[in-house]
T-cell receptor, first 115, second 116 residues
Framework: GDSVTQMEGPVTLSEEAFLTINCTYT??????LFWYVQYPGEGLQLLLK?????DKGSNKGFEATYRKETTSFHLEKGSVQVSDSAVYFC??????????????FGRGTSLIVHP | EAGVVQSPRYKIIEKKQPVAFWCNPI?????LYWYLQNLGQGPELLIR????????DSQLPKDRFSAERLKGVDSTLKIQPAELGDSAVYLC??????????????FGPGTRLTVL
């Protein structure tokens, strides 16, 4: 079945540092790729997505590029803020037979940003 | 626009007792998802509805779990009887009509279940 692998956390950074959170996937179909973020005490919310190869999703200074050749969708931000502290989930969703699809999530990577 | 509403937010029960969770999706969202999230893990799909039809339920443990979405709006997920291993957060999400796997999902805050 489909799967998503994320780097282990927590990732601890100082404010204004560069962030990379690695995400790789395996999928039998041609998936759409997502990053969701969960801030403390809140539900998951979409951060960005990409639906075809070489697409770049971006939002709030975060970026990720759909790399089909390396089956990756790494999340990056040039300068993190304390308010970016959260858990980040990489996810995919690919069409299966008969209109079926099963969204698949990674285990999440906790980001802690210190002032 | 109101978000996805779930209730209760927290539930503590004894093992072998029944429990039910309720979800009201964003108005106009035809697709509704129920997920289970264990501590330190990502959400795992239990069931997906398109309107009132369950279209992906292969991961729902049907011996003890059931779900319904009778009028294609709100939904209920039930466990009967609950086991210790069912302790987790149960998430509901919804997405707009028709987009399929490219759709953005909108998540509720979840129900944290503790089975003693």
């Amino acid at each position: 079945g489909d799967s998503v692998t994320q780097m282990e956390g927590p990732v601890t950074l100082s404010e204004e540092a560069f962030l990379t959170i690695n995400c790789t996937y395996t999928a039998t179909g041609y998936p759409s790729l997502f990053w969701y973020v969960q801030y403390p005490g809140e539900g998951l919310q979409l951060l960005l997505k990409a639906t075809k190869a070489d697409d770049k999703g971006s939002n709030k200074g975060f970026e990720a590029t759909y790399r089909k050749e390396t089956t990756s969708f790494h999340l990056e931000k040039g300068s993190v803020q304390v308010s970016d502290s959260a858990v980040y989930f990489c996810a995919l969703s690919a069409s299966l037979s008969g209109g079926s699809y099963i969204p698949t999530f990674g285990r999440g990577t906790s980001l802690i940003v210190h002032p | 626009e109101a978000g996805v509403v779930q209730s209760p937010r927290y539930k503590i029960i004894e093992k072998k007792q029944p429990v039910a969770f309720w979800c009201n999706p964003i108005s106009g969202h035809n697709t509704l998802y129920w997920y289970l999230q264990n501590l330190g893990q990502g959400p795992e799909l239990l069931i997906r509805y398109e309107n009132e039809e369950a279209v992906d339920d292969s991961q729902l443990p049907k011996d003890r779990f059931s779900a319904e979405r009778l009028k294609g709006v709100d939904s209920t997920l039930k466990i009967q009887p609950a086991e210790l291993g069912d302790s987790a957060v149960y998430l509901c999400a919804s997405s707009p009509r028709g987009g399929g796997p490219t759709d953005t999902q909108y998540f509720g805050p979840g129900t944290r279940l503790t089975v003693l």
